[in-house]
């Protein structure tokens, strides 16, 4: 197998990464474009580049992800690429009439320098922007950062060109959602709806990635959040950013230019994650919580009660995103397990600042801003009992012979995690169902004859 002979040893890296716990900038910001109706991603690079984001989409969510590219030749390699994203805009608009078209940059476009503010001032007067059509855009340098970078990146991105103060919203609260699956997004408006609470949720993947099969294709599915409604996250009562990796520099953005004060919270992940962002709505709209949210609540502490004894201790490694590690490193802690070692492949000092409050009563805990190769020497060197993570953890599972959960992005070999969302209450109740599933799997799997339980 791939990953065999990954030594136990472990020698101090510091120019050499192996096996990326990430990806690449644009991934994330074509990701986020999705998530606004009738928006186009536009890739300014390379035609390779675009297809491989496209890919690594469409496998993780089954779906077509539509995007256009600059098509870079070895002309504009040298030459910059102005004119063929000024003439792609013209296409654009013409050929597929989308509302948005939300640019990034690449690896080579961002070494070029090419200043894509002042390319899209160029298109706008040379009248390829037809009125009431928008270009926004985001640079996203792959050679920093990671896809939750590049996910920040166009979110901030989106709040430099929408909001208008005239554009009134009626004390409603921004909610910018992080990177989380269609139906996390869905269940957060269901959330706010319970609640009685004028939300924008933004960027809203639901029903753009996540679309049912007619039979009739539409290249702009009914979902995304509006323009209209982006215009009036300006004038908002306040605004929550799920995420300080992938929601919070938007937040700030929008709090410096329109004084919308902001919060920074940690994705609804698991039950105390879950009451702070239910305590931060409270508070801010002074609306209380409903029976039908606190019942959800009760379920999920009789669920973690009636279990316990299949937790209690469990070793898990995990590695991800930040602003998914930790709130879900929280949720194992306080159901009893122990996360011995989290590695994240998105640098910021923030999370291992996290990490050694929530792992501080675990003195084996091992945490850090590293890759896979690493994760894999500390679990050769002790063993742990789950392993969770995105597909690429399988290789380990396999040689280690480690039950597997997968847990974020991307997942490539199963189906599922677009459609049954992770956050809040119900949310925590699924994560835990899977965590208990896969150990309860592996006891029956290896119980002697004399112990093989009917009833666990
Ligand atoms: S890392 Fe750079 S060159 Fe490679 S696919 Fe991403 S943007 Fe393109």
Known sequence: MLLRHTPKEIKERSALTVNPAKTCQPV????????????LP???GSQGCCAYHRSALTRHYKEPVMATTSSFTEGSSVFGGQSNLVEAIGNIFTLYNPDVIAVHTTCLSETIGDDIGQIISKAREEGKIPAGKYVIHANTPSYIGSHVTGFANMVKGMVRYFPEKKAASGGAINIIAGWCEPADAR???????????????FPDTSDVLDTPLTGRYAMFPKGGVTVDRLKMTGSSAGTLALGA???LPAAEELDARFKV????LDMPYGIKATDRFLDAL???SGKMVPVSLADERGRLVDMISDMEQYLYKRRVALFGDPDQLIPVTEFLVDIGMRPVYVVTGTPGNYFEERMAGILGDIPEAKFKHGDMFLLHQWIKNEKVDLLMGNTYGK?????????FLRFGFPILDRTGHSYFHSVGYTGAMRFLERILNSLMDRQDRDAPEESFELVM
């Open 187 to 201: 269940e957060l408006k269901r959330i706010l709806f319970d609640m009685g609470i004028e939300g924008i949720v």
């Open 28 to 39: 994330g910001a074509m990701y986020a474009a999705l998530g606004i109706h009738r928006c």
């Open 245 to 247: 990796f992938a929601s």
């Open 282 to 284: 409270m508070r801010i």
């Open 395 to 403: 290789y380990i599972s396999r040689d280690d012979d480690i039950p």
């Open 42 to 44: 536009h890739s300014h």
């Open 261 to 264: 004060r902001h919060e920074a």
